[in-house]
């Protein structure tokens, strides 16, 4: 049995037989994995007139503490993305009545974000699904098989720099 990535690897080989293409068996998979996956993805969040980006925020706040609040910069740290980035995701959302943003009580230099009540609900009907859908996608490799490839891949991203300390 061969994938895409195997066809390439060998019109490589042939093209190229002095050039070692090998990181391409990784690569490549990691990026058709990922649009795989990122499809799927979408159509759950597109059935609850949500996008990627918003489903991230509205995650990223029902799982960070029991106020399901966070600042902007929580957020940042979070999703990763830059503060007019953010910024934008948190005007949609708010615009929908998603999120509040209000100063803090202890310090009013400082804006809370907060799941609203409508929010809340929205994420939380949308999170099954989406585990569903993940443990759908991964229903090819046994339980041994997804720990193992879980920890392979926290090495490299660890390797790369991705770590949370």
Known sequence: MADHVDLV????SEQRPDLDASP???????KRLA???DTEL???FAAHDLDAASFDVLATLRRSNAEHRLTPAGLMRSAMVTSGAITQRLDRLEARGLV???PSETDGRV???TLTD?????IDAVLPTHVAIE?????GLSAKERETLAGTLRTLLESLGDKTD
């Open 42 to 44: 979408r159509r759950n």
């Open 35 to 37: 649009q795989l996956v």
């Open 100 to 102: 509040t943003r209000r």
């Open 111 to 113: 804006v809370q974000v």
């Open 24 to 30: 391409m068996a990784v690569m490549g998979r990691l």
């Open 9 to 12: 690897l060998a019109q490589w």
């Open 135 to 139: 443990n759908k996608l991964l229903e």
């Open 118 to 122: 409508k929010g809340l609900k929205l």
